[in-house]
């Protein structure tokens, strides 16, 4: 099957958001579920996402695929994300966090805009109807540009609770990629205030070691430690 556009989604430990996304994605027409492959990796879980599909009788769009990393690596979204592009079909990579999610209308709209591959679109964010900062990790970018270009997201990041995006960012523009917001696309987020029993343990996996983070990202953009594209350093499985 040839899909337009591939959504990248981590999982951690989110049991209570799995039924509605589940929900969703199969409330979705046969033209999103025809041109929208949807790809989560469970980033070593204490029960694996397979497990709870099949336990809860949920069922599995045609369009899912679920990937395994058979480790549990500390705050390894970063490669989650790589893994996730790495094994996507499309010529274009949507990342989001698994408490966000796209409304049918704006996934038409994000297939039929006229991208440029050396663009970088974010999303206007909304909770509860109210318009929220933007999510700097909910981007639509290019395949060929985020594992070739840029190289993916640095994995000497991980490990360290939103390590890496702003080096992500300067690198895409030393690479000649810029950003922007998709007009007529937003990305819907829950009020985490109202569900933290819904976040599950990864809060636990947290290090929000801002000195760390501040002097790995100086180091790399400085060129006294260099940017690493050894991407997917981990065993891991296709489970669905």
Known sequence: MCFKLS?????YNHPLFLKNQVNLWNSYSDYIKRNVEIIIVDDGSEKSLDCLIIEGKMKVPKNLKVFRILEDIYWNVKGARNLGAKVSESDWLLFHDFDHWFLEEDL???????????????????REGNEASLHKETILINKNCFLNRIGGHDEDFVGIYGGGYSLFYEMAKRKGMSVRIMEGASVLTVDNNKFKDLMGSEKVKENRDRDKLKKLRQDKLSGKIPISNNIIRFNWERVI
Do not use: A
Not at 7 to 11: A, F, R, S
């Open 7 to 11: 959504l990248v989604i981590p999982y």
């Open 108 to 126: 038409k709209n994000i297939i039929e805009y006229p991208k440029g591959n050396k663009i970088i679109y974010q999303f206007k964010r909304f």
